[in-house]
């Protein structure tokens, strides 16, 4: 009788625990203040709103893929977040589950570039970095509107130039290799027109050196992020960023379900969540990232400063990231050869 009445007990405990162990989602974020505005916007108001917790582990992408890899038959993440085409490098190796349209119910409110590569097992962008143009509003005058408008005579001591070890320098490169008629297999027309900007043109590699040039240097233009513009503005400093007539390569990041784990069902809720059009504007108004919802509503100084809108986002040009991976190598050898001439 004791047994048959400690049973259902027993079969109730082992319910609720299995209950309460899918209860947490282990994903990545990428640290710094970054995270900070990943855990205000989203990761702490699912928590409360679903009564879940969320285990955050501080990784970047290439060592995501690479704990994928090593997991692959008992993963740890959940959802991973990806950037630098690496999302293609995950699906192209079985570790991301693919992800039906059918499964978000923000996916009719996406650009389709959000969405573009579902089919091959990415998950969808959900926030966009734009490589166009940042200019000195009090020194150049007009504004830029063209990727051509680099070589103008005028800049040949104003210029700056991101080495292509910086990705948003590679892709501020290939935009203009491509503008002036080259491929990925052909980098010459670009090499060719920026030597010819040397040695009056100053190349940095990281971030910060941009606002040094801009601070100190007299630099007027500069190939680079959209969100980096705003970094600039609110170190004091005239800069405003421009997506040029030819249109503009991205940096996306990437929302993805892995492959393999019990609770998918609360997975997908998450990443349909940081779709939603309130938390696209959030990523937009603390650091100028595209939202990748048409239903977002941004304050009119904010949409001013960011992509947004079915025209621009009809310009914006992914490149291929395992094309890009083939030929990285050999890009960025041509590249050194030719900045040392």
């Known amino acids: 009788m004791t047994l048959v009445r400690t049973l259902p007990a027993l079969i109730a405990l082992v319910f609720a625990a299995t209950a309460s162990a899918q209860q947490t989602l282990v994903i990545n974020s990428f640290g710094g203040d970054y995270e900070k505005t990943h855990r205000e916007l989203i990761i702490t108001p699912f928590e409360k709103q679903n009564n879940v917790k969320v285990q955050v582990t501080t990784v970047y992408s290439a060592d995501t893929v690479a704990q994928l890899r ?31 349209p059918g499964q978000l119910s923000n996916y009719k409110d996406l650009y389709p570039i959000a969405v573009q590569n579902l089919a091959s097992g990415r998950g969808p962008m959900y926030h966009i970095a734009v490589i166009g143009l940042l200019y000195s509003t009090d ?44 491929t990925l297999d052909n980098v010459n027309p670009a090499l060719d027109a920026i030597k010819k900007t040397l040695p009056g043109a100053t190349i940095v590699s990281k971030s910060p050196e941009i606002q040094q040039a801009f601070a100190q240097s007299d630099a007027w233009l ?22 040029p007539r030819e249109g503009a390569p991205i940096a996306p990041v990437t929302i993805n379900l892995v492959k393999g784990r019990p609770n998918t069902e609360l997975a997908l809720k ?28 941004l304050a009119p100084e904010v949409a001013a400063e960011v992509t947004v809108g079915e025209a621009a986002m009809s310009k914006l040009v992914e490149i291929d990231a395992n094309q890009l991976s083939a030929r990285r190598a050999a890009i960025t050898e041509a590249w050194k050869r030719a900045i040392a001439k």
Request: hydrophobic letters at 45%.
């Open 222 to 243: 500069a190939p680079y992020a959209q969100d980096y513009a705003f970094t600039l503005r609110k170190a004091g400093l005239p800069v405003q960023f421009i997506q």
């Open 270 to 297: 998450f990443i349909d969540y940081t779709l939603r059009p309130e938390v696209q504007a959030g990523w937009a108004n603390a650091l100028r990232y595209s939202p990748v919802n048409k239903q977002t509503k």
């Open 139 to 182: 020194k150049l005058k007009p504004a830029p509107a063209s990727w051509k408008d680099v070589f103008e005579p005028k800049l040949a001591k104003h210029l700056v130039w991101t080495d292509v070890s910086n990705q948003w320098g590679m892709l501020g490169f290939l935009m203009v290799n491509q503008v002036l008629g080259g």
């Open 70 to 100: 090593a997991q692959k038959e008992r993963p740890q993440f959940d959802v991973v977040h990806l950037s630098g085409g690496l999302d293609a490098t995950a699906a192209a190796e079985g570790l991301l589950q693919p992800i039906q």
